[in-house]
């Protein structure tokens, strides 16, 4: 079956910097796209960054362009956001996301926290 699980969640100070993963298993993670979306306390889930299947192309939400970097290993199975200069808005859970045969599947997400 399909699994994600993201780690690499926690509190960080603003300006600080964090490593997000996201494990997958269960398909054959080369050959889709992937997405990292986040929700923020009462608010609307938002996509902030998808990677093509190859690593190539990446696009962002213009809240976090120039700040977070999306980047994938096909070897072995795993998407990252690498988030740099983060705000406290920046704070959300924050979700892996795939799109197989039209279902969509999520993982359990992982918190950031950004707070002095």
């Known amino acids: 079956q399909v699994q994600l699980v993201e780690s690499g969640g926690g509190l960080v100070q603003p300006g600080g910097s964090l490593r997000l993963s996201c494990a997958a298993s269960g398909f054959t993670f080369s050959m889709y796209y992937m997405r990292w979306y986040r929700q923020a306390p009462e608010k609307e889930r938002e996509l902030v960054a998808t990677i093509s299947n190859g690593g190539n192309s990446t696009n962002y939400a213009d809240s976090v362009k120039g700040r977070f970097t999306i980047s994938r290993d096909n070897a072995k199975s795993t998407v990252y956001l690498q988030m740099m200069n983060v705000k406290p808005e920046d704070t959300a859970v924050y979700y892996c996301?795939?799109?197989?045969?039209?279902?969509?599947?999520w993982g359990q997400g992982t918190l950031v926290t950004v707070s002095s």
């Open positions: 996301n795939v799109l197989l045969m039209r279902r969509v599947y």
